[in-house]
């Protein structure tokens, strides 16, 4: 096969595609046996010439003429497939897995495929209850602390945008995609430079999983929290798992526990800590949610009606650093809607999340302030406390109820409270309250802000609206500290393997996967 890339076709540009491949490979179109889109992206850079840029792999005959030919963009294609290296194996000992967020399934099942039949507890419900939960609580303001936005079946991610984007060049990254699609994902995330599926397919995507776990003998069990371990001369020896229903509890005797917590247990963080598992404060990102018509960005961002109409819903991601301090765009959900991202009593989050679609009224994103260890306290969990902190002042500031604090942009930059919304009608249920939010964030924050989205209007020339909406308060967009895990992933308790997000070891779905499939390399390796 051959590897063909920076094609670029006009946004409705109806030509087959055999014909386009045919043209920059100076064959005919009869002569290709078979392509496959390697990559698709859309360049909306400049107003007049939007285009998508495509990569293929091609099968084509006289391959190795055209190589000769040493056209521009065309060279050999290698397709570097992963498998994981272990299969079947058999153990006495069971490997237990705390948490199904990415980092915890994707362990599950490669520990499922090798053999090993896991055991798997996470305190939340399974997908379909927790959506009757969490849909509960978004109409009446019940909060379930076990089962919520951050907790239950799929973890953090599975009310989420479902953004399945990935800094790391890893192998790994195109086998999770396919994961993803054997899962009941569409096929265009193979290939899509931004793949996003939305909480709909995420849903059915993390129960096929768990399905295909229980079907190769692993276990799940939900409403299940890990709330005590034995340790004995350095070792793990046991588990206490609560139900969370009942209060019963349970020991189960176990030498490997991989602990795929996320990043807002925070009853599981102080439990680390009074075992004396070693940890460090790491920087972490607190903020707010901003929110703009989505017809609005995508006229922003495509600088014309009918393609503000007719193309996906618009992305963009800002950073600036005014006064030396990092603040950025996050967890852009074009045509999504700000969630309640709570998961303690008396505390309020804000989210992100959108349908595959992408079609509701606005688009949102976080709007995030960099906070370095030395900005919180002496303690390892001070980051942790903080970001209590404001989520309990959000919390007082929208009244209770989980009603979230609310301001518009304009009335934000003139530090006076807002009475009423302008154009953006806010998304974010159970509700909001106008606030000043000046005397919800801490100072760094809110002058932080004030600063960024005067510098962010110029380079996204609109961005700094006065009508859009910013409700906070964004706390939970990763952890405030690392669990330090040796070069076995092995945490300073032998047989304890901190993963994903809350371990501080990934950020965002498709990270926290790769780190799980790569604990289970570890874990699969010793047997
Ligand atoms: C609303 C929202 C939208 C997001 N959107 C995106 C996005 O579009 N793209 C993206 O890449 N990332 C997104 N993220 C971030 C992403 O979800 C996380 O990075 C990812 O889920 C982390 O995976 P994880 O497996 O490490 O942890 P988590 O997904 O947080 O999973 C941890 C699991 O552990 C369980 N658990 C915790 N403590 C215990 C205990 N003591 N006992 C038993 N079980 C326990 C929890 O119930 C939870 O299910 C979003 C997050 C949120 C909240």
Same mark, same amino acid.
């Given at each position: 096969?051959?590897?063909?890339?920076?094609?670029?076709?006009?946004?409705?540009?109806?030509?087959?595609?055999?014909?386009?491949?045919?043209?920059?490979?100076?064959?005919?179109a009869?002569?290709?046996?078979?392509?496959?889109?390697?990559?698709?992206?859309?360049?909306?850079?400049?107003k *007049?010439?939007?285009?998508?840029?495509?990569?293929?792999?091609?099968?084509?005959?006289?391959?190795?003429?055209?190589?000769?030919?040493? &056209?521009?963009?065309?060279?050999?294609?290698?397709?570097?497939? #992963?498998?994981f290296?272990?299969?079947?194996?058999?153990?006495?000992? @069971?490997?237990?897995?705390?948490?199904?967020?990415?980092?915890?399934?994707f362990?599950?099942?490669?520990?499922?495929?090798?053999?090993?039949?896991?055991?798997? /507890?996470?305190?939340?419900?399974?997908?379909?209850?927790?959506?009757?939960?969490?849909?509960?609580?978004?109409?009446? *303001?019940?909060?379930?602390?076990? $089962?919520?936005?951050?907790? *239950?079946?799929?973890?953090?991610?599975? =009310?989420?945008?479902?953004?399945?984007?990935?800094?790391v060049?890893?192998?790994?990254?195109?086998?999770?995609?396919?994961?993803?699609?054997?899962?009941?994902?569409?096929?265009?995330?193979?290939?899509?430079?931004?793949?996003?599926?939305?909480?709909?397919y995420?849903?059915?995507?993390?129960?096929?999983?768990?399905?295909?776990?229980?079907?190769?003998?692993?276990?799940?069990?939900?409403?299940?929290?890990?709330?005590? =371990?034995?340790?004995?001369?350095?070792? &793990?020896?046991?588990?206490?798992?609560?139900?969370? +229903?009942?209060?019963?509890?349970?020991?189960?005797?176990?030498?490997? !526990?991989?602990?795929?917590?996320?990043?807002?247990?925070?009853?599981?963080?102080?439990?680390?800590?009074?075992?004396?598992?070693?940890?460090?404060?790491?920087?972490? $990102?607190?903020?707010?949610?901003?929110?703009?018509? @989505?017809? /609005?960005?995508?006229?922003?961002? #495509?600088?014309?009606?009918?393609?503000?109409?007719? &193309?996906?819903?618009?992305? #963009?991601?800002?950073?600036?650093?005014?006064?030396?301090?990092?603040?950025?765009? =996050?967890?852009?959900?074009?045509?999504?809607?700000?969630?309640?991202?709570?998961?303690?009593?008396?505390?309020?989050?804000?989210?992100?999340?959108?349908?595959?679609a992408?079609?509701?009224?606005?688009?949102?994103?976080? &709007?995030l302030?960099?906070? /370095?260890?030395?900005?919180?306290?002496?303690?390892?969990?001070?980051?942790?406390? +903080?970001?209590?902190?404001?989520? $309990?002042?959000?919390?007082?500031?929208?009244?209770?109820?989980?009603?979230?604090?609310?301001?518009?942009?304009?009335? =934000?930059?003139?530090?006076?409270?807002?009475?009423?919304?302008?154009?953006?009608?806010?998304?974010y249920?159970?509700?909001?309250?106008y606030?000043?939010?000046?005397?919800?964030?801490?100072?760094?924050?809110?002058?932080?802000?004030?600063?960024?989205l005067?510098?962010?209007?110029?380079?996204? @020339?609109?961005?700094?609206?006065?009508?859009?909406?910013?409700?906070?308060?964004?706390?939970?967009?990763?952890?405030?500290?690392?669990?330090?895990?040796?070069?076995?992933?092995?945490?300073?308790?032998?047989?304890? /393997?901190?993963?994903?997000e809350?371990?501080? #070891?990934?950020?965002?779905? !498709?990270?926290?996967?790769?780190? *799980?499939?790569?604990?289970?390399?570890?874990?699969?390796? !010793?047997?």
């Amino acid at each position: 096969m051959i590897k063909l890339t920076n094609v670029k076709v006009a946004v409705d540009d109806r030509t087959a595609t055999e014909t386009i491949i045919a043209a920059k490979l100076g064959v005919k179109a009869a002569d290709i046996t078979e392509y496959r889109i390697l990559r698709k992206s859309l360049d909306a850079r400049k107003k *007049g010439s939007v285009c998508y840029v495509y990569s293929f792999a091609v099968c084509v005959k006289g391959e190795s003429g055209i190589l000769k030919k040493n &056209l521009k963009n065309v060279s050999p294609y290698d397709d570097k497939v #992963y498998t994981f290296p272990y299969q079947n194996l058999s153990s006495d000992t @069971r490997p237990v897995i705390v948490g199904t967020g990415p980092a915890g399934l994707f362990c599950a099942l490669m520990l499922a495929r090798s053999g090993l039949k896991p055991i798997v /507890y996470d305190r939340g419900e399974s997908v379909d209850n927790r959506t009757h939960t969490v849909e509960k609580f978004r109409n009446t *303001g019940e909060l379930n602390i076990n $089962s919520n936005v951050q907790f *239950g079946e799929g973890g953090a991610g599975t =009310f989420s945008d479902g953004k399945l984007t990935c800094g790391v060049n890893d192998v790994r990254t195109p086998f999770v995609l396919k994961e993803f699609v054997m899962a009941g994902a569409p096929e265009e995330i193979l290939y899509s430079s931004k793949p996003h599926v939305g909480t709909d397919y995420l849903k059915t995507v993390v129960k096929n999983i768990r399905k295909e776990i229980e079907a190769l003998g692993g276990e799940v069990n939900f409403n299940s929290c890990l709330t005590d =371990f034995e340790i004995d001369d350095g070792r &793990l020896r046991a588990v206490e798992i609560t139900d969370v +229903l009942t209060g019963d509890m349970h020991t189960h005797k176990c030498s490997c !526990m991989i602990a795929a917590l996320g990043h807002s247990s925070r009853d599981t963080y102080e439990l680390f800590m009074q075992k004396g598992i070693e940890m460090m404060k790491k920087p972490f $990102s607190v903020g707010v949610r901003i929110e703009h018509k @989505r017809e /609005y960005i995508n006229l922003l961002q #495509y600088k014309d009606n009918h393609l503000a109409e007719t &193309l996906p819903a618009a992305d #963009y991601k800002l950073s600036c650093h005014p006064g030396g301090r990092g603040v950025y765009t =996050f967890c852009m959900c074009p045509g999504g809607e700000v969630v309640c991202g709570s998961s303690e009593e008396g505390g309020v989050v804000t989210n992100g999340m959108s349908y595959y679609a992408r079609d509701m009224e606005n688009s949102n994103s976080a &709007l995030l302030v960099s906070v /370095y260890p030395e900005d919180t306290g002496e303690e390892i969990l001070s980051g942790m406390y +903080l970001q209590r902190d404001m989520e $309990s002042k959000a919390f007082e500031a929208g009244g209770g109820g989980y009603i979230a604090p609310c301001q518009r942009v304009g009335d =934000f930059l003139a530090k006076r409270a807002t009475t009423s919304p302008g154009d953006v009608k806010p998304s974010y249920l159970p509700g909001v309250r106008y606030t000043n939010l000046w005397e919800v964030l801490p100072e760094f924050v809110a002058e932080s802000l004030r600063l960024a989205l005067v510098e962010l209007n110029d380079k996204m @020339r609109g961005f700094c609206l006065d009508d859009a909406l910013l409700t906070g308060v964004e706390t939970r967009s990763s952890a405030p500290v690392r669990i330090v895990r040796d070069e076995y992933m092995c945490s300073s308790v032998k047989g304890i /393997y901190p993963i994903g997000e809350g371990a501080g #070891y990934a950020g965002g779905i !498709m990270s926290a996967a790769m780190d *799980g499939i790569k604990c289970a390399e570890i874990i699969a390796g !010793m047997v």
